[in-house]
C-alpha cells in the first residue's frame, strides 16, 4: 500500500525490535544455545523479510506504472478517436501534405469539393490539383511556410470537372 518507502519502513521497524529481542536473550531467535547461530538465523530473517517486502513493493509500483501507461495510451487513443471523428465530420475541408507536397491526408469533405474520392487523393501531388498558371506562386507560398511565415492566402484548385474551386489557406 505504501510502496517501496513503507516496505523499507516496516522491515526496518520489524528488524529493530527482533534485534533488540535477540541482544535481550528473548524472541524467537534464542532457541539455539550458541550465541553465533542465533545471531546467523536473524540475519538470515532479516535478509528474507527485506527482500520479500522491497521485491513486493517494486512488483507492485511496477505494476501501478504500467497501468498509469496504459491508462495515458487510452487517452491518448480517446483523444485521436475523437480528433478523427471532428475532421472527418467538420464541413470545412482538410488537405495535409507530405515534405514532397503530395497528399499524406485528406477528409471526405475536401475530396467532394473537388469531385474526388479520398483514396484517389491519397498520394497525389497538391499541384495534381492545380491550375498550371498558379503552380508556382503555390511553391512560393509553400516555401514561406516553410520558414515560419503564415499568411492567409486564397488559392485555386482544379476540380475533376475543370471548374474553379477558391480556398482559403
Not at 518507502?5 to 521497524?13: D, F, H, K
Not at 497501468?67 to 480517446?78: F, G, P
Request: aromatic residues 12%; proline residues 2%.
Amino acid at each position: 500500500r505504501f510502496g517501496v518507502a513503507g516496505a523499507a519502513l516496516s522491515s526496518c521497524t520489524v528488524s529493530a525490535f527482533a534485534v533488540w529481542q535477540t541482544a535481550h536473550g528473548s524472541g524467537p531467535f534464542m532457541r539455539y544455545g550458541v550465541p553465533l547461530f542465533n545471531a546467523g538465523v536473524l540475519q538470515a530473517f532479516i535478509a528474507a523479510l527485506s527482500l520479500s517486502g522491497l521485491f513486493l513493493a517494486a512488483a507492485i509500483a511496477e505494476r501501478q506504472r504500467v497501468e498509469e501507461a496504459l491508462a495515458r495510451e487510452e487517452s491518448l487513443r480517446r483523444a485521436q478517436e475523437q480528433y478523427r471523428r471532428i475532421v472527418e465530420t467538420t464541413n470545412d475541408g482538410v488537405w495535409i501534405i507530405d515534405q514532397e507536397y503530395r497528399t499524406a491526408f485528406v477528409n471526405r469533405r475536401m475530396a467532394d469539393l473537388l469531385g474526388y474520392s479520398v483514396e484517389e487523393m491519397i498520394g497525389h501531388s497538391l499541384f495534381e490539383f492545380m491550375f498550371p498558371d498558379d503552380i508556382n506562386s503555390k511553391r512560393g507560398e509553400l516555401a514561406r511556410r516553410c520558414q515560419g511565415l503564415h499568411e492567409v492566402i486564397y488559392n485555386r484548385y482544379r476540380r475533376r470537372d475543370g471548374s474553379e474551386l477558391w480556398a482559403l489557406v
